[in-house]
């Protein structure tokens, strides 16, 4: 529900108090998304539903590559899913990326490369 007035809320990943505010509730539809994150955090971390990981290598010939997980595993990835206009891609780049599960096990879909 849309307030009238600026909702205090605390940061559900760093417990600090912030301040949504009418136009951000407005701008959202009244709805917060969850979890309910800090702006700094809400810019830290990925959308739900996307991670971030580094790039551990790309055969651009080949087209095709591996992304290391935040947990360790490594994530198979596909020329398709990057942006027409990426650049080299290579080891170490930060990405952000969806998951998608195929016949042959999970891939990464829609990969970003994140600014470093
Ligand atoms: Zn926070």
């Known amino acids: 529900m849309i307030g009238t007035i600026d909702r205090t809320y605390e940061c559900q990943r760093c417990g600090v108090a912030y301040i949504w505010t009418i136009g951000e509730q407005l701008a959202a539809g009244g709805v917060q998304p969850l979890p309910r994150l800090c702006p700094a955090c809400a810019h830290l971390l990925p959308p739900v539903g996307r ?4 790039v551990k290598w790309y055969n651009a010939r080949r087209g095709y590559g591996f992304i290391s997980r935040p947990q360790g595993e490594e994530l198979f990835f596909h020329r398709s899913a990057l942006p027409a206009d990426a650049g080299p891609i290579g080891p170490d780049l930060l990405v ?21």
């Open 51 to 54: 991670e971030r990981g580094l």
């Open 96 to 116: 952000e990326y969806g998951i998608e599960h195929t016949e042959k096990g999970p891939q990464a879909a829609e990969v970003k490369v994140l600014p470093a």
